[in-house]
Structures are given as C-alpha cells and as structure tokens.
C-alpha cells in the first residue's frame, strides 16, 4: 500500500460487552461517536487489515458499545480486543482551502519569516490547548538542535501552510 493507501486510525476495540458479541470502542474521533459516521471499518487483526461493518452501536453509560456483523458470541469478540479500527483515506470528509488534517503536515518543511529552515514535521502532539509541531531539525542546524516543539496556533505562530507544497511558514526563533 502506498503511504497515500495507508488506513487511518480512528479508534480501538475495547473488550467485549455482554454476551452476544458487542465490543466497547475507543475512539479517537473528534466527537466521540463521530467513529460511527464512517461505513465500512477496517480492523487490523493479526496483522491483516479487513472490512467490517457496523450492525449497531449505543452509548452504554459514557462508553460506547457496537455490534460487528458476523461477531455474535463473546468468545469471538474476546478475540477482536484491543484490533485497532481504521478507514482508507478515500473516506475522509473533504475539507475546505483553508483546512487539513493532521497527516498532511507530517513531512512539511518549516521555515520561519526569516527564511531559517527550522527542519520537518515529525509529529503532531496533541495538548488539549493547542496541537504541537514536533519538528525534527536538520542534522547540521546551526542552533545545534535536534528537534523544536511549535505550538500550532495559528497567525500567532503559524502564518501560513502549504500542504500541497510541504511547506509551513512560522514566527518562531530557530533558538527555541
């Protein structure tokens, strides 16, 4: 699979529920029932992505519960525990101009308003407040660092992305 092929992961399979095949689900949606708006899921089991559906799915007290077709004992629930659950990126919801996912930062260069070339975006952190860039800096940086964290806050410190040009222009100081 090429990396633009790559299932993006939105969740887990907790443990099972019940005796009838139900699973808890954790999921990484920004809403959290938000996993369900996705039909087919793939799960990782042994190694192996494959498709499942969704038969039903509740809120049990604040978790989230779901029945698998084809899951209907507890036994071969128990064996799907912890697959984790993902989507092929064809069923992303499009996104506006201005807007991006996480993924497609990863692998931008970015260079501050000075022209400073602060290296490659590792990593996104979440924070709760604000995302991070977690950008690994070039082997011969002049500041001699390895990698720089840049809160992602926009026009403060992120002035402009180019996602299709793999580029993040920052007003940050490369001695940060």
């Known amino acids: 699979m090429s990396d633009n092929q790559q299932p993006i992961v939105l969740g887990k399979l907790g443990s099972s529920h019940g005796i009838k095949g139900w699973l808890k689900i954790t999921s990484y949606a920004d809403s959290v029932e938000g996993i369900f708006d996705y039909s087919p899921w793939l799960i990782k089991e042994q190694g192996v992505w494959r498709e499942v559906k969704v038969a039903q799915w509740r809120f049990q007290g604040k978790a989230l519960v779901a029945e698998l077709e084809g899951v209907t004992t507890r036994e071969h629930a128990q064996m799907l ?46 924070t709760g407040s604000n995302d991070v860039l977690l950008v690994k800096a070039n082997a011969k940086d002049a500041f001699g660092k390895a990698e720089r964290m840049i809160p992602f806050v926009p026009e403060q410190f992120v002035k402009q992305v180019d996602v299709q040009g793999k580029q993040i222009l920052v007003d940050w100081d490369p001695d940060f």
Do not use: S, W
């Open 81 to 126: 525990t912890n697959c984790e659950i993902a989507i092929l990126p064809e069923q992303m919801k499009e996104l506006a101009d201005d807007e991006f996912y996480h993924r497609d930062l990863i692998g931008c260069e970015v260079t501050n308003i000075n022209g400073y070339n602060m290296g490659i975006v590792d990593q996104i952190v979440a």
